[in-house]
């Protein structure tokens, strides 16, 4: 039996869509129902329901976005450092593996080949490289597994959110039974207030960068393939390959969707952090060679946005 742990949430409910399909059974159960943030009562449901793999998808992610995490401060450490950390020591008395549900967003920026020369840039919008990304992507590379987060509260600044996912990440080095499986940016074909791809639709003004971004279905899928291919365990960067810029996205919802409407832009970060945004955002490119050297493959992102769109399910 599989326990998932915020089946309720956006990227929990992608894990139930995917276990129902795989015929997995699975209990899916809420905060309303059991306390699962208690150790005694978490380590008894997993004896009682006989769990032989947890799934952490709750966490506090801030709603309407990460800059509620600047004034919930205690509910973002207890959502996303506390509860991972409960979970962890529940799964190891109990024997069993587990997974946590990560995050790039400790990350900043990109590996920038120059000439031979390979440097981190935490902020690829800057003038001369926003140029050289648009024209060159090749020079691009993204962070590995292995590469230190360099959007903690150790390297600051960071929004609270992000430092706190990795500080989850630091808490949980030592656990050698779980997985940490790290999303991006989701998306898919559902329009709705936390797919990417409406988002940037109902924004009054977009935020140019560059990111890797996940397809939420693709996650779940290549998530659920990792355990059940019996991948090593350990950290997993689990974005569609590639990275976009802002605009290219723009670009295909404006085709795809058939929408005339012009998209304006901040023009600068000095615009954006004073009318729009108050935690600092992470923009940053993932390597994920390591996921596909396991044996699981993912589309790449840009034809996962194109999927979408092409398949697009307006609210209305
Ligand atoms: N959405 C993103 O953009 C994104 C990106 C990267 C990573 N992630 C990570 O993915 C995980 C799930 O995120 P999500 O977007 O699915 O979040 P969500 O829609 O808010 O769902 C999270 C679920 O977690 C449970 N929960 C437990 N403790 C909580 C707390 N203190 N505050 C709020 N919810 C709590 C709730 O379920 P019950 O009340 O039913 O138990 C809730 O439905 C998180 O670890 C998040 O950091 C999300």
């Known amino acids: 039996m599989v326990l998932l742990l915020g ?36 380590r008894r449901l997993l ?41 962890s020591d529940a799964c190891e008395v109990a024997g069993i593996r587990w997974a946590q549900i990560s995050s790039g967003c400790i990350y900043s920026g990109a590996f920038i080949n120059d000439n031979g020369v390979v440097r981190v840039e ?66 898919d074909e559902f329009d709705g207030e936390r797919n990417y791809l409406s988002k940037l639709q109902r924004y009054e003004r977009v935020y140019e960068n560059v990111n890797s971004i996940t397809h939420r279905g693709d996650f779940a899928r290549a998530c659920l393939d990792l355990w059940c291919g019996h991948a090593p365990l350990g950290t997993y960067n689990v974005t569609n390959p ?14 795809i969707l058939n929408l005339s409407r012009d998209f304006s832009y901040w023009q600068n970060d000095e615009d954006f952090y004073r009318y729009a945004a108050k935690a600092p955002r992470s923009n940053c490119v993932l390597d994920t060679s390591k996921l596909k050297a396991a044996g699981v493959v993912m589309r790449p992102v840009m034809e996962a946005i194109e999927d979408s769109l092409f398949n697009w399910r307006s609210a209305d």
């Not at 089946?7 to 306390?35: C, D, K, M, Q, W």
């Open 242 to 255: 590639g990275f976009v810029m802002t605009h290219e996205v723009v670009d295909r919802i404006k085709r």
């Open 47 to 87: 004896k009682e329901a006989k769990v032989s793999f947890l799934i952490n998808a709750a966490g506090s992610t801030g709603k309407p976005n990460v800059d509620i995490c600047e004034t919930n401060q205690a509910e973002a450490l207890l959502g996303n450092v506390v509860l991972p950390k409960t979970v």
């Open 122 to 187: 935490k902020n690829l919008m800057c003038p001369p490289l926003k140029k050289l990304v648009a024209l060159r992507p090749e020079v691009v590379s993204g962070y590995r597994e292995e590469d230190p987060p360099n959007f903690t509260f150790h390297d600051l600044p960071c929004s609270f959110y992000s430092g706190t996912k990795a500080l989850c990440e630091e808490v949980l080095a030592h656990d050698v039974n779980a997985y940490i499986w790290r999303l991006r940016i989701p998306f």
């Open 7 to 42: 089946g309720s949430g956006y990227i929990g409910s992608a894990f139930v869509t995917e276990l129902h399909r795989r015929r997995i059974p699975f209990l899916s159960i809420s905060r309303a129902e059991v306390n699962y943030s208690c150790f005694v009562t978490l």
